[in-house]
T-cell receptor
Framework: EAQVTQNPRYLITVTGKKLTVTCSQN?????MSWYRQDPGLGLRQIYY???????DKGDVPEGYKVSRKEKRNFPLILESPSPNQTSLYFC????????????FGPGTRLTVL | GDSVTQMEGPVTLSEEAFLTINCTYTATGYPSLFWYVQYPGEGLQLLLK?????DKGSNKGFEATYRKETTSFNLEKGSVQVSDSAVYFCALSDLPGNTPLVFGKGTRLSVIA
């Protein structure tokens, strides 16, 4: 089954404690993205990757890092989380062909205390 | 830059009522347009899409027509069901893969029996 998986689905942590949210897709997609969803703001892109070792900033990259060492994986790293990073996070992947249908993971709800 | 504006919610309808959710866009090129749906506790999934002017996307009884003259892509359904209760996002993609989907802020639909 074609899917995007994320782990963990729920995470409560404290300010400053480094964390990683994993994302994996099994569709051999080249393009992957991370979004955060906040009430009243919709979805905003954090980072995206066009291929292995190729990443670029989205609209709200501050406080986040990503890496793309393998095609299927695109982890999101918060080196020093802060309460304003409390949000619902989605990973997505796409072939990159027009039209661009993105496939979303189930989401990770992060709370930073 | 590109942007998507969709009607504010929440929208509450009775079962079998007619649904319209308005969406207008601003883009420099010729974007592909999408409607995504997010059911409670889940990630976003593609509902329908259209890639050029006058195209009509349709799925599960929902329809939307790409109107270049009014820069709109309004979502409609003739008879909603309780199972249609979800958050609906209008989105556009101006270039393949390596640029983000630009999302509207979402419209929450509640259908009551």
């Amino acid at each position: 089954e074609a899917q995007v998986t994320q782990n963990p689905r729920y995470l409560i942590t404290v300010t400053g404690k480094k964390l990683t949210v994993t994302c994996s897709q099994n569709m051999n997609h080249e393009y992957m993205s991370w979004y955060r969803q906040d009430p009243g703001l919709g979805l905003r892109q954090i980072y995206y990757s066009m291929n292995v070792e190729v990443t670029d900033k989205g609209d709200v990259p501050e406080g986040y890092k990503v890496s793309r060492k393998e095609k299927r994986n695109f982890p999101l790293i918060l080196e020093s989380p802060s309460p304003n990073q409390t949000s619902l996070y989605f990973c997505a992947s796409t072939t990159g062909r027009i039209p661009d249908t993105q496939y979303f993971g189930p989401g990770t709800r992060l709370t930073v205390l | 830059g590109d942007s998507v504006t969709q009607m504010e919610g929440p929208v509450t309808l009775s079962e079998e009522a007619f649904l319209t959710i308005n969406c207008t866009y601003t883009a420099t090129g010729y974007p592909s347009l999408f409607w995504y749906v997010q059911y409670p506790g889940e990630g976003l999934q593609l509902l329908l899409k259209a890639t050029k002017a006058d195209d009509k996307g349709s799925n599960k009884g929902f329809e939307a027509t790409y109107r270049k003259e009014t820069t709109s892509f309004n979502l409609e359904k003739g008879s909603v069901q309780v199972s249609d209760s979800a958050v609906y996002f209008c989105a556009l993609s101006d270039l393949p893969g390596n640029t983000p989907l630009v999302f509207g802020k979402g419209t929450r639909l509640s259908v009551i029996a």
